[in-house]
């Protein structure tokens, strides 16, 4: 797992990996991901952002398109899916 490296270091090493292993992922390196991605910026940190997980049977629901298929070899698959924030939406609440 990828935890101290540079930034121009992690983007030049990166991989796209099609060939996934029926290896369990545990829970404590799934939260890492997201709480990683969470911190990502966005504007005016709205963060209109939602993950959603899905190991086993419930990989279907990560698949948009064929596409992304191959998210059914995995053992788990996260997908991060924009939500309107209550402005975009018309509504000044945030309930």
């Not at 939260?31 to 991605?37: L, P, R």
Request: charged residues 25%; positive net charge.
């Amino acid at each position: 797992m990828v935890m101290n490296m540079e930034f121009e270091s992690v983007i030049k090493t990166r991989e796209s990996i099609r060939n996934y292993s029926a290896t369990i992922v545990e829970d404590e390196k799934i939260n890492y991901v997201i709480e990683c991605a969470r911190r990502a910026p966005s504007c005016i940190n709205r963060q209109c952002w939602r993950f959603i997980v899905a190991c086993g049977d419930t990989r279907q629901s990560c698949v948009i398109n064929d596409i992304n298929l191959f998210i059914l070899d995995a053992p788990v698959g996260i997908t991060c899916k924009r939500y309107a924030s209550p402005r975009e939406r018309g509504s000044e609440s945030l309930a």
